[in-house]
């Protein structure tokens, strides 16, 4: 028990060191981060023949922004780092031990969430953008670098943390916390769930929750698959 407990202590050491390394080694390049997450937006902006330029209402939001991005791009370097620490919490418990198939869930657990974020960049996030100023082409509007950043990491993260479902699905599964069968019985619950949580990360439209909601439930599904596939064989 008590070597368990060092391992999660050193291991925690460790995620915020590379936490710390990652953060202040995305703050050299934190303007860049930022003109990326914002090329949607600014992109759009200037398709639509509007300045692009995004403003800011108080004077430490620049700093703010910056410093926000780069522990952003800390904590995407903490990531494998925070997987491989809830592997070695976890594996001794049922799911096995060995290099490979740690590597493996690390590997899956990173790409899974980089893959979330991928999609909510490339597809859902300039989706949503250019419906948005679509609605409000008749007004004049300032959109400030802080109320971007809030609105788009909102998408990026739910995606990012959504595309884990898969892998929680095995790992329940295999642990027997859970059947396939159990989760297409809940099916109805995790409609409800991805619908009031794409409301909490959208804005009001209908057409915004949908099109972060519908992810959700296809990761679900896939996760009742994965279930299905982890699940342990009974012997007889």
Do not use: C
Request: net charge positive; charged share 10%.
């Amino acid at each position: 028990m008590i070597d368990r407990i060092n391992q999660v202590r050193r291991g925690l050491v460790w995620i915020v060191v590379t936490l710390l390394v990652g953060t202040a080694a995305s703050w050299g390049v934190a303007d860049r981060i930022f003109a990326f997450l914002a090329a949607p937006l600014t992109e759009a902006l200037a398709d639509a023949g509007r300045d692009n330029r995004l403003v800011f209402t108080h004077l430490s939001d620049p700093f703010v922004i910056y410093f926000s991005v780069a522990l952003l791009g800390g904590s995407l370097l903490a990531l494998p780092v925070l997987m491989a620490l809830f592997w070695r919490i976890v594996a001794p418990l049922g799911l096995g031990r060995g290099l490979f198939k740690a590597a493996l869930f690390v590997l899956s657990a990173t790409l899974l969430f980089v893959a979330g974020l991928a999609f909510g960049y490339w597809v859902l996030l300039p989706f949503v953008v250019r419906y948005l100023l679509g609605v409000a082409e008749q007004f004049q509007y300032a959109v400030t670098v802080r109320e971007y950043l809030r609105f788009a990491l909102r998408i990026l993260l739910a995606m990012g943390i959504s595309a884990q479902l898969p892998l929680i699905s095995f790992v329940l599964a295999r642990f027997g916390l859970v059947t396939a069968g159990q989760l297409l019985r809940w099916l109805p619950y995790a409609v409800l769930a991805a619908f009031v949580l794409a409301a909490l990360i959208t804005p009001p439209d209908g057409i915004s929750q949908v099109l972060v909601a519908v992810p959700m439930l296809v990761l679900y599904l896939f996760g009742v698959l994965v279930a299905a596939l982890a699940t342990p064989r009974r012997s007889t």
